[in-house]
């Protein structure tokens, strides 16, 4: 048996220069003050021992027990059975899938970021590079009955959902391929068969709908029987919308099986979060609805969080608020810089001590699973895969007809087999439309 290893030590010694930044209310830099407590909440909680998550213990061959101690916090879950433990068993091939797939989004992202800056891509651009984490954690706690609906920050969601890069990127590149054709962009995937319910382009308003969606997941369900989930993720900067609370209100009334997830990326587009919310609890927001707060930044944290909350909200014990802390590496979107705000050293120092695809790498490593060097082998291979499915998407065919951008808008007899152009449809009038 392989000795017991820790990353804990690793971490506070790392966090040193922050930790003390938090404590010491003598050094009278307002702004450092506030960069350092906003880096805090990423930092796994420590708990009585002063551990944190980070340690392995090498089981088998095949698995490892690790310690997420410190990543939750609770709200009126006291005495609930079943709330995630202080440990979880991670298997060489989850932990791989895991990393083979945050590693994916991440290229995918930053290969976006390109594109943009290239004029290959057009319009609104939401990059989720930083919290890879959540939708991988998610999406290995659900299965595809359960229903997802998002914000627009969602290409990675889309390929978590049994996307393709290739089919992302059409999307984004407006051609037919694409995960609706092209005509939804990089606000609005969709993938019904996986209930997939995509990006939502006006903030907060995936909440209503993803409300709807545990509506009818219930609906649907033989009384007694457990219930598929709908969750609706929403950001810090939407967290307090009315039509938000209007939804969890509805879903208390009638126990349905909802999580409002609130990724925490500590910024509203530019605002911070403690001067955009009074409130800054976000799982407490729920007033009497329970909430948990999580490791956003660790997927196996969030992997056994979502195992609770599936099961407590399939069993008729109705909604529930998530908390997930994290971080965004871009801007709020691809017109936004994202340092104007805060400094390039608070990002710098999340990338170095928290990012979500480097700490699945520890994992693995201090797991004995795989080494570094095998690990950059891989990762030489997912950079050729993601630049193949590129160019996949690039040959793919381009933007629809004329006639077929009538398609999918009306309708004789409420069927697709008898759509109607309607007179007053019409295309621009660019001679019109050019001045001198």
């Not at 970021?113 to 890879?132: M, S, V």
């Not at 393709?164 to 068969?193: C, I, P, Q, W």
């Not at 008729?316 to 340092?339: A, F, K």
């Not at 697709?416 to 007179?423: G, H, Q, R, S, T």
Request: a neutral charge.
């Amino acid at each position: 048996q392989k000795p017991h290893v820790s990353l804990s030590d690793k971490f506070l010694n790392e966090n040193d220069d922050v930790l003390a930044c938090i404590n010491d209310s003598s050094t009278g830099d307002a702004a450092a003050t506030a960069v350092a407590r906003r880096t805090s909440l990423l930092a796994p909680t420590m708990s009585a021992a002063g551990t944190s998550f980070g340690n392995s213990r090498y089981m088998s061959g095949e698995s490892a027990t690790f310690d997420i101690t410190g990543s939750y916090t609770t709200h009126m879950l006291d005495g609930v059975e079943g709330l995630p433990g202080d440990s979880t068993v991670a298997t060489k091939d989850e932990l791989m899938s895991y990393f083979r797939l945050m590693y994916t989004m991440r290229r995918m992202e930053i290969t976006c970021d390109n594109e943009y800056k290239a004029r290959a891509i057009r319009g609104f651009c939401h990059l989720y590079d930083g919290q890879e984490a959540i939708a991988t954690g998610i999406e290995a706690a659900f299965n595809h009955d359960d229903s997802w609906i998002t914000s627009y920050r969602c290409h990675c969601v889309a390929l978590a959902r049994g996307g393709t890069v290739a089919k992302v990127l059409g999307e984004l590149f407006g051609f037919r391929d694409g995960y609706t054709k092209g005509r939804g962009g990089s606000m609005h995937f969709y993938n019904k068969a996986h209930n997939f319910y995509g990006g939502q382009g006006i903030v907060g308003a995936q909440v209503p709908v993803g409300a709807g969606l545990a509506f009818a997941n219930k609906y649907k369900t033989p009384a007694g029987e457990k219930m598929p989930v709908a969750i609706t993720c929403y950001g810090d900067g939407a967290a307090n919308q009315g039509q938000i609370w209007e939804s969890a209100n509805m879903a208390a009334l009638w126990k349905l099986p909802l999580i409002l997830c609130i990724e925490n990326n500590q910024y509203g587009m530019g605002t911070s979060i403690d001067r955009h919310s009074s409130h800054m609890d976000y799982y407490k927001m729920g007033n009497i609805i329970p909430g948990i707060k999580m490791d956003g930044m660790n997927v196996l944290a969030v992997r056994e969080g979502m195992k609770f909350a599936k099961e407590y909200c399939s069993s008729g014990n109705g909604p529930l608020y998530v908390e997930m802390t994290t971080y965004r590496y871009h801007g709020h979107s691809m017109s936004d810089p994202g340092t104007t705000y805060r400094n390039r050293e608070e990002i710098a120092a999340t990338r170095s001590k928290r990012d979500p695809v480097e700490w699945c790498k520890r994992l693995i490593i201090e797991g004995g699973f795989e080494t570094a060097e095998s690990l950059k082998a891989i990762e030489k291979g997912i950079r050729k895969d993601v630049q193949g499915e590129v160019a996949k998407a690039k040959q793919s065919q381009g933007a629809d007809t004329v006639e077929e951008l009538w398609m999918n808008v009306y309708s004789k007899d409420g069927t697709k087999d008898n759509e109607e152009k309607m007179p007053f449809m019409r295309m621009p009038n660019y001679a019109n439309s050019i001045t001198p």
